[in-house]
Nanobody
Framework: QVQLVESGGGLVQAGGSRRLSCAAS????????MAWFRQAPGKERELAALITWDGGYLYYADSVKGRFTISRDDAKNTVYLQMNSLKPEDTAIYYC????????????????WGQGTQVTVSS
């Protein structure tokens, strides 16, 4: 089992940058593929980015491609989401999620979730 705690959210101006972190407990973090989902007000939670357990595959939603970068540091049991060129439409609660499966895109395929961190982008 793994517990996830996100941090790094806050208020940022459009065009700015923010880095989110997700710290995981447990000794088997390196076995988990990790993802960042986000949920804007009144919308469904959507996958923004994922990284497989070995870092060999990265996925980005079209809406964030070229602006966001997901990475992981297994020595620190942490996954990151670097967000650049932020837009007001990036405003959402960002959730970190983990799965023992390899490549998964659906919310229900992730077994473990953090509590979320709010990112608000002002215009």
């Amino acid at each position: 089992q793994v517990q996830l705690v996100e941090s790094g959210g806050g208020l940022v101006q459009a065009g700015g940058s923010r880095r989110l972190s997700c710290a995981a407990s447990g000794r088997t973090f390196s076995s988990y593929s990790m993802a960042w989902f986000r949920q804007a007000p009144g919308k469904e939670r959507e996958l923004a980015a994922l990284i497989t357990w070995d870092g060999g595959y990265l996925y980005y939603a079209d809406s964030v491609k070229g602006r966001f970068t997901i990475s992981r540091d297994d020595a620190k049991n942490t996954v990151y989401l670097q967000m650049n060129s932020l837009k007001p439409e990036d405003t959402a609660i960002y959730y970190c999620a983990a799965t023992l499966a390899n490549i998964r895109y659906k919310r229900y395929e992730y077994q473990y979730w953090g509590q979320g961190t709010q990112v608000t982008v002002s215009s």
